[in-house]
């Protein structure tokens, strides 16, 4: 009799392939009374991770509807199945598999709204950090702010796009999707400073502005930075976001 | 270990019924009086780093006893345990001391793929003495009793050499664990195996039950037409199933039961109205055994 090991391996090996033949450690297998009954497991398995993968990435289901992501999601779990049980985190190659994904090809923006999916996911698991309030910014020295570092919030990350990423994941909320206004690149902020998951859309240089104190960059330093990305960054602006979006949860001085 | 702990956190009344916990039903669960005497949660959903669902655990655990059910340790796997699960289920639950924690007699890790379900066993001394070592660690790691469940299975193995009663009696023997017994996983597997439920019933080691768990099923058939019942948590309990609950509780009085209803989730009063027959059957019972 094959052994506890060699029983999974068979068993493990049938459930993620379509073409596999039903493992002949069971009951019935060599006159194929086990087929239907083998097949409940190998649907369980796919259709499981499959859900999983649909709610990570609700609005790429909704752009491109059900039985499109279905048959994509499960081509997705066959080839990169989780390596963790931590279902909450599964799917983050899931955009580099659309880009390459020939079907998906007529919807170039898909990978990056999967992206920011990715990124809300991510960010309403996020460790729980207190946010600065905002007399902690008016209490700083006069003339010496560009001195501080800035710790951000745990939750926070930047999705950059050449499509309009956030318009197109806005449109597609519940209700009637409307068309998209305005179509051109959006940077995006994603954060969780306190309950709700906040996305909003930055203005120029403010995304290499909050990168570069994510880096570890003194707010002087990250102003030079920005404004050297983009010649429309304006300091005010960045620190309206940094303050308004509730991102700081720490300030050094660097002297 | 062979004494039942299960007093750490607050404890579950044994007459206690209560329901798998969805987010989606908070405003009723923290808002109505329900009645419940305890929750439900999967592990796996509550080992994020922070955020909403540690926010919502925290006021559930303020409200009511907590029963933690793990869905992915594969304690059935013939791998070792991943270690690194092991230690965020021990993290889980330091920080909210449920009254109970229970896993599955199953496996469902394989050459470190997540295959997510709970898949099936052969019932043998090589099977037992893993599943066995896999108990005695996590209850060392986790420095608690567990509850470990018999399954819902589709499919028999031809190197099986005991029963499933004999073998979870065994277990419990070896491994000092205790025994989450789901009722309408027996009905599942007893029909799709042409087995008797009630013989079953009858032979399980009920003194070492300290969960009960009851849920839906549907039915499909197999390659030769034959009933095949699916454990799918998505319907109401079957009539079948409450009466081998009953059945159950005549041999064990009153112990701490949940309706499991994990797929198209219901409304609440649905759930609290599933979980008000499985106490009425409770009281009966105690009324039954008072006269």
């Keep these: 009799m094959p052994g506890l090991a060699d029983i999974q391996d068979d068993f493990a090996n049938a459930l993620l392939s379509t073409t596999t033949p039903v493992p002949s450690c069971l009951k019935g297998a060599a006159i194929r009374r086990a087929d239907r009954r083998f097949a409940v497991y190998r649907n369980n398995v796919a259709a499981g991770l499959i859900d999983a993968v649909a709610a990570r990435f609700p609005v790429v289901k909704r752009l491109v509807g059900d039985e499109f992501f279905n048959a994509m999601a499960h081509a997705y779990v066959l080839r990169e199945p989780p390596f963790s049980p931590l279902l909450i985190h599964y799917g983050e190659t899931f955009p580099a598999f659309i880009e390459e994904f020939e079907a998906a090809r007529p919807l170039p923006y898909l990978s990056d709204v999967a992206r920011l999916e990715l990124a809300r996911g991510r960010a309403y698991h996020a460790a729980d950090a207190e946010p600065l309030s905002r007399p902690a910014f008016a209490e700083l020295p006069k003339g010496r702010i560009g001195e501080y570092c800035v710790t951000l919030h745990p939750s926070a990350e930047i999705v950059t796009s050449t499509y309009p990423v956030l318009s197109i994941w806005e449109v597609n909320q519940a209700g009637a999707a409307r068309p998209v206004e305005h179509w051109g690149a959006e940077s995006v902020l994603v954060a969780r400073p306190l309950f709700e998951v906040e996305t909003r859309r930055l203005p120029a240089g403010t995304d290499m502005f909050l990168l570069a104190l994510q880096s570890g960059s003194t707010i002087a330093e990250a102003v030079e930075a920005a404004s050297a990305a983009s010649a429309d960054f304006s300091p005010s602006d960045g620190l309206a976001v940094l303050i308004g979006a509730q991102l700081a949860i720490g300030l050094s001085d660097t002297n | ?291």
């Excluded at chain 2, 469902?108 to 898949?119: A, I, K, P, Q, R």
């Excluded at chain 2, 004999?166 to 009722?183: E, I, T």
């Design chain 2, 1 to 291: 270990m062979s004494v039942l702990s299960f007093d750490t956190g607050a404890t579950i009344p044994a007459g206690g019924v209560g329901v798998g916990f969805k987010p989606e039903h908070a405003p009723e669960v923290f808002g109505t009086d329900h009645g419940l005497g305890f929750f439900e949660v999967h592990a796996e959903n509550y080992m994020g780093d922070g955020g909403p669902p540690h926010r919502m655990l925290a006021e559930l655990r303020a409200l009511a006893p907590l029963s933690l059910h793990g869905v992915a340790l594969s304690i059935g796997g013939a791998a070792p345990l991943d270690r690194e699960h092991l230690a965020r289920l021990k993290r889980l639950i330091d920080r909210y001391e449920p009254a109970l924690f229970s896993e599955h007699l199953a496996w469902s890790t394989h050459e470190g793929v997540f295959l997510n379900d709970l898949l099936p066993v052969p019932y043998t001394a090589e099977t037992l003495a893993r599943v066995c070592d896999h108990i005695d660690e996590v209850q060392e790691t986790l420095g608690r009793t567990m509850l470990l469940e018999n399954p819902s299975t589709y499919v028999d193995f031809e190197s099986s050499t005991m029963s499933e009663v004999d073998f979870l009696r065994a277990v419990v023997k070896r491994a000092g664990c205790g025994l989450l017994l789901d009722v309408n996983n027996v009905y599942v597997s007893a029909v799709n195996h042409g087995t008797e439920p009630m013989a079953y019933l009858d032979d399980f080691p009920m003194e070492h039950v300290g969960e009960i768990h009851l849920g839906g099923h549907f039915e499909d058939r197999d390659d030769l037409d034959a009933p095949l019942l699916i454990d799918a948590h998505g319907t109401p309990v079957a009539e079948t199933v409450w009466h081998l609950y009953a059945r159950t509780l005549a041999r064990i009085g009153a112990i701490p039961t949940l309706i499991e209803w994990d797929n198209d989730v219901p409304s609440f009063p649905v759930l609290v109205a599933e979980a008000a027959r499985a106490r009425g059957l409770m009281a009966a019972e105690i009324k039954r055994r008072g006269r």
